[in-house]
Structures are given as C-alpha cells and as structure tokens.
Nanobody, 123 residues
Framework: VQLVESGGGVVQAGGSLRLSCAAS????????MGWFRQAPGKEREYVAA????????LYADFVKGRFTFARDNAQNTMYLQMNNLKPEDTAVYYC?????????????????WGQGTQVTVSS
C-alpha cells in the first residue's frame, strides 16, 4: 500500500490549497480514510475522516466550514480542499487509510500513512 500526498505549499492567511492523496495497493472506495496534521511540538491530530461510503465525512471542529473532503474513485484519490486558511493551520498534513470500514479519528487506528505534505500559512 502506498499513499502519496501532494498540494502543500506556502499561502497567505485567507488563502486556499487543495491537498491530494493518491492511493495504490488499496481502493479508496473500499476502506475508511482520513486526513491528519502535525504541527511542530504537537501531537498528530485528525482533520477529517470518512468511512468506506465516503458520504458523510467527519470534520474536526477547528476546520468545520473551511475544509472539505472529496474523493474520486476513478482516480483512486482523495482530496482535502482547504479554504480561509489561518496561520494556526500550519502543519505537515498526512493522509491515512485503515483496514476497517468505519470512520475513526485516532491516528492509532490507521494502518497506512503517506509521507506528508507541508502546509505553511503566513499572517
């Protein structure tokens, strides 16, 4: 299994980025997946998570109304559209997949991880 994130970068506060997570070795429509982030000196935290159906993503409170999960089954890729970015969103963002089908928000419940992509939001 391989998960490859892309789309990170440097953006000013209020700007937008779209992260991508291309999967191989698994089918994104057949497993639960999630987006997480980790800022320097902090623990990894969940940003968004979705079950196998991909219909009802869960979002952390601090991103509700700003970030949107999407999935393209044909491309076997999931996305995180991030709008109205804030300096506190600065972190390395990871996509993850788990062997189970249900939504989970703890990093320990995920089996596969990408290498991460840096997002930096300047004030």
């Amino acid at each position: 299994v391989q998960l490859v994130e892309s789309g990170g970068g440097v953006v000013q506060a209020g700007g937008s980025l779209r992260l991508s997570c291309a999967a191989s070795g698994l089918t994104v429509s057949s497993t639960a997946m999630g987006w997480f982030r980790q800022a320097p000196g902090k623990e990894r935290e969940y940003v968004a998570a979705v079950d196998r159906s991909g219909i009802y993503p869960l979002y952390a409170d601090f991103v509700k109304g700003r970030f949107t999960f999407a999935r393209d089954n044909a491309q076997n890729t999931m996305y995180l559209q991030m709008n109205n970015l804030k300096p506190e969103d600065t972190a390395v963002y990871y996509c993850a997949a788990r062997k189970g089908l249900r939504t989970r928000t703890r990093p320990s419940e995920y089996d596969y991880w990408g290498q991460g992509t840096q997002v930096t939001v300047s004030s």
